[in-house]
């Protein structure tokens, strides 16, 4: 088994290491049971110590849901969306799928309710781009939980490189350094 693990790692990895399969070295079928359940463990601390870290603030990628806008094929005006009132204010999540951010992932409060939802919406929908420290926990806490942005620099980087990529495609210019 150890030896079908390491060439199948070569193999994903396109490194050139191959490893002798008849090698009599193997995990027996305890030792492996008992190997996978200590890597499934560690990751679930990691996920869990991830989860519960106590964080000041997270970068994000903020927006407002756009006013007027045509729905459909006949075209006919409407105001905000489905969910959000036109101004709501959104917190998007890092891209979650390869669409090149056609569709977000974003939380924010709904028609006629104080409670936060997270839902899949066009970013056509969002205007007024930016990004911001967010001091709310139930939105700190859900973008942590969901691997969505966090406080450090590295998350900092990527919300400007989304932002000024949606800016440019856009054809609006970011005041942000």
Request: proline share 3%.
């Amino acid at each position: 088994m150890k030896n079908f693990l390491s060439n199948f790692w070569s193999w994903l990895t396109n490194k050139k290491d191959q490893y002798d399969i008849t090698d009599p070295e193997e995990f027996s079928e305890d030792e492996y049971k008992k190997w996978i359940q200590q890597t499934k463990q560690q990751h679930e601390e990691d996920l869990k110590a991830r989860k519960n870290r106590d964080v000041e603030f997270i970068w994000c990628l903020v927006g407002n849901i756009v006013g007027d806008h045509p729905v459909g094929e006949s075209k006919e005006i409407k105001r905000g969306t489905k969910h959000f009132s036109s101004g709501t204010k959104v917190y998007c999540f890092p891209p979650q799928w390869g669409d090149g951010y056609e569709k977000i992932y974003v939380i924010g409060r709904p028609r006629q309710s104080s409670r936060f939802i997270k839902v899949v919406i066009s970013s056509n929908l969002v205007t007024n781009w930016r990004i911001q420290q967010v001091f709310k926990p139930r939105i700190k806490k859900e973008m942590i939980k969901n691997n969505g942005w966090d406080e450090t620099d590295e998350s900092r980087e990527r919300v400007l490189e989304l932002l000024n990529s949606i800016l440019k495609n856009r054809g609006e210019h970011s005041h942000i350094a």
